[in-house]
């Protein structure tokens, strides 16, 4: 028994080692498969943060009238707090309007003249909503025609708001729908692939394997090493893979940061942290793929 | 030790390996099979060693009956049957001794076993100097030998060489011959298929001439008369 397993062992070693151009050449495909997957990934999950950078940008400005009481204000901004969708509320005051607006137009003369003209300030106090998720406008939009405070609201500048939503919403569907269907396109490429190459790679071993049938061995003891082999080919692919991915990643991430915020980063970190459910599932299913290809290719060289 | 009772080999659409063939060998013989191309020759080795299984008829090997050997089994024969091929069917990424060491390993014989006759067998095939090469720095009568020392390790009963001076010059035939009669005076049973006049002629022993697949004649002590 003992011996049987040091024999497969050492015979899917030698087999390695003494066709290395066959096992580099088998790698090198099935380390291209596994970039091509590790690339959607990694798309899935910058489209992912970029639909979320996007979506936390989104605010709705609701101007309330010069005159509005703020005791209105305050209870606008405690309802809106209380709503589930709203994710935060700022209040920005007659006066902290007023500064903003002249500090957003210093290099404008004829602007600012025209507030000084006025002699007063003409400006009502600002709610900033911010919603959970770009869906939630909708909501937030509805909520605030509450008649308690509905007069109050000189301005919602939803319009073009809901125009912006609308498309991020439509554009982050297509991009989800579409990443899902590349996804699946993606996967049945690698496994004709990985099967293809491996059939090539049993093919050429087709006379030794009916050699070892005339000298008396039995299927399971030609099948063994291949399989072994096939464990130590997916390895190194898997760790090649990890080699060039977390580099990759490192150096094109500030620049991802850079466009996006640092708080939109994290593909680094995300592969940090999943990295063993990432690689591990990914050196799972190479596994499967390529042992279940070997035993396939195997079966048609066994009959002699 | 081979008995073959009425065999007959088909091949569709209507090819004939071999035609109501009956021929009985007997322990420590050394019989040529002669014959020109595609009289069945080989046809005959193969069912031996159970690559090819009879259309009709029985074939007995020390009273094994392997008319309808299972899949499973055939290994089990071929772990009997020394079988050695005119294009000596060495693995290529093995090294001599790797080679002749494969046909005790894929039997389970433990690796003290294997040091213990590998040499041994190097040693009576003449390349206990060469054990490191590999086939293609052989010349092809060493990978012959070779060949010869795989199909000897499980000191089989029977030896079956299928043209194995094929792809040889005339020298190193001889040497090959000068080796199977060695090993036929050891005690086995060596069925020799050529086309190789000279070797049958050398031989003087029993030849059994194949025709059209029927067994033409069958003379102790024969020559090659085609």
Do not use: C
Not at chain 2, 97 to 105: C, D, K, P, T, V
Request: aromatic share 8%; charged share 20%; hydrophobic share 45%.
């Amino acid at each position: 028994m003992f011996t049987s397993i040091y024999r497969v062992i050492k015979f899917a070693l030698q087999n390695f080692w003494r066709n290395i151009w066959l096992s580099v050449i088998t790698i090198s495909m099935l380390v291209l498969t596994l970039l091509t997957v590790n690339i959607l990934l990694v798309l899935n999950r910058a489209t992912d943060q970029v639909i979320a950078y996007v979506e936390n940008r989104i605010e709705v400005n609701v101007y309330f009238n010069e005159s509005a009481d703020q005791t209105k204000v305050n209870e606008a901004l405690t309802y809106l707090r209380t709503l589930p969708e709203v994710k935060d509320v700022q209040e920005i005051s007659a006066d902290n309007a007023l500064v903003l607006f002249k500090e957003k137009h210093a290099q404008d003369p004829a602007v600012l003249s025209s507030v000084d003209e006025i002699g007063r300030n003409p400006f009502g106090p600002t709610l900033v909503v911010k919603a959970r998720a770009a869906k939630d406008f909708d909501t937030i939009i509805s909520a605030l025609d509450n008649p308690r405070f509905r007069d109050e609201i000189r301005q919602k500048d939803f319009s073009d708001y809901q125009s912006i939503v609308g498309k991020i919403r439509q554009t982050t569907t297509q991009i989800r729908d579409g990443g899902i269907v590349l996804s699946i396109i993606f996967f049945i490429i690698a496994l004709l692939i990985i099967f293809n190459t491996v059939r090539v790679a049993i093919y050429i071993h087709r006379e030794e394997i009916s050699i070892m049938r005339l000298v008396g061995a039995s299927s399971r003891f030609i099948r063994a090493p291949f399989l072994v082999e096939t464990i130590l080919l997916s390895l190194f692919s898997v760790l090649i893979v990890m080699a060039i991915v977390y580099p990759t990643l490192a150096l094109i991430e500030p620049k991802f940061s850079q466009y996006f915020g640092s708080g939109a980063g994290g593909l680094t970190s995300y592969f940090e942290q999943n990295g063993v459910l990432i690689f591990g599932a990914q050196f799972i299913a190479l596994l499967f793929v390529t042992m279940v290809s070997t035993a396939l290719a195997l079966r048609k060289h066994l009959k002699v | 030790m081979i008995h073959f009772k009425n065999v007959s080999k088909l091949y569709p659409p209507d090819v004939i390996g071999l035609d109501h063939v009956n021929l009985r060998v007997e322990h420590g013989e050394f019989i040529s099979i002669v014959g020109q191309s595609g009289t069945g020759k080989s046809t005959l080795a193969k069912l031996l060693f159970a690559e090819e299984r009879p259309t009709h008829g029985v074939i007995e090997i020390g009273g094994w009956d392997i008319t309808k050997i299972s899949n499973r089994d055939v290994p089990l024969l071929r772990r009997q049957i020394g079988v050695v091929f005119q294009d000596f069917k060495l693995l290529p990424k093995k090294t001599v001794y790797e080679n002749i060491a494969f046909a005790l390993q894929v039997a389970g014989i433990p690796s003290a076993r294997v040091r213990e006759v590998v040499p041994r067998v190097l040693a009576i095939v003449g390349l206990e100097d060469k054990v490191q090469r590999f086939p293609h720095q052989l010349s092809g009568g060493e990978q012959q030998r070779v060949a010869i020392g795989r199909a000897l390790v499980h000191q089989p009963k029977i030896l079956v060489a299928d043209e194995p001076t094929g792809n040889l010059d005339t020298l190193n035939s001889r040497d090959i011959l000068e080796l199977l009669k060695k090993i036929n005076e050891f005690g086995t049973t060596v069925v020799l298929v050529t086309h190789d006049r000279e070797i049958v002629n050398r031989l003087k022993r029993r030849v059994i001439t194949l025709e059209g697949g029927k067994i033409t004649s069958d003379v102790e002590e024969g020559r090659y008369k085609l």
